[in-house]
């Protein structure tokens, strides 16, 4: 008998999995026999609920977004039996239920999940925390750290651009040394991205050719920024969040 865990968050991405939670549950149940649902209201509700259950059942679902997925990822890494992670996207940016090619619309995730296509994928670890799809410091730190949760429900994935905007003369630069065998920093940066999956805030500009599989990190350094970089970016590969009807 396989067991599935559902760990959703309610209030990732403008809630737009509420409406579409009870279907995905009855459709994940009548393919799995035990199916159960937990739901968070606050940061580390999901750990908790990894700690209590991940290491009974076949599969984690992460029903959120990015940082419902980051949360679960970090209690999944530390359990000695670790079960197989899902994604249903809910979230803003849903960057690495992008780079394993979910579909954005939730039920069509659902769907996908039900194939069973499992992957092995590269997790990265900085310090004690894992990560799948980036880690960074700098600039890029400070801009996660201070967009709320009401600029993302009115701006969407436009909503760290803005505040990329409003931050940008506040980066501080600091010192980075970097040995990656052949090629040696030393370095004055104001950020510093580490990544896995090819998305990062909704755009595939950073690392297009990123793979998940190929044992490696992609790394990124940035010296100075300015307008003229930030309008560059925000032009290039913005990803558009699809309707329901249109995925």
């Keep these: 008998m396989e067991r599935v865990a559902i760990i959703y968050n309610p209030a990732s991405g403008k809630r737009k999995l509420s409406k579409f939670i009870h279907t995905i549950t009855s459709t994940l149940r009548n393919q799995f026999q035990d199916v159960r649902l937990y739901q ?23 029903a959120g977004g990015d940082g419902t997925v980051n949360e679960i990822v970090n209690a999944i890494c530390l359990l000695d039996h670790r079960p197989t992670l899902a994604i249903i996207p809910g979230g803003t ?9 979910m579909s954005q619309n939730p039920l069509k995730a659902t769907d996908q999940l039900l194939e069973k296509q499992l992957r092995d994928v590269d997790v990265g670890k900085a310090d004690d925390s ?21 600029a993302k429900e009115n701006f969407g994935q436009l909503a760290y651009y803005i505040r990329t905007a409003q931050t940008m003369g506040q980066a ?28 990062t805030g ?20 940035i010296k100075e920024t ?12 913005l990803v558009q969040e699809p309707s329901i009807e249109e995925e």
């Design 40 to 62: 968070t209201e606050k940061e580390g509700d999901a750990t908790c609920i990894v700690n209590q259950v991940g290491s009974s059942v076949d599969y984690v679902i992460a």
């Design 93 to 101: 940016s849903n960057d690495f239920s992008r780079a394993i090619g």
């Design 130 to 150: 894992y990560f799948l799809n980036f880690w960074g410091i700098g600039l890029v730190t400070e801009v996660a750290q201070n967009v709320d949760s009401d």
């Design 172 to 199: 501080k630069p600091f010192h980075v040394q970097l040995d990656a065998g052949s090629v040696r920093i030393d370095e004055e940066v104001v950020m510093m991205i580490v990544g896995n999956g090819m998305f």
């Design 202 to 221: 909704g755009v595939n500009v950073f690392f297009p050719k990123a793979d998940i599989q190929d044992g490696m990190l992609d790394v990124i350094l």
């Design 226 to 237: 300015s307008v003229q970089v930030f309008w560059s970016m925000l032009q290039s590969k």
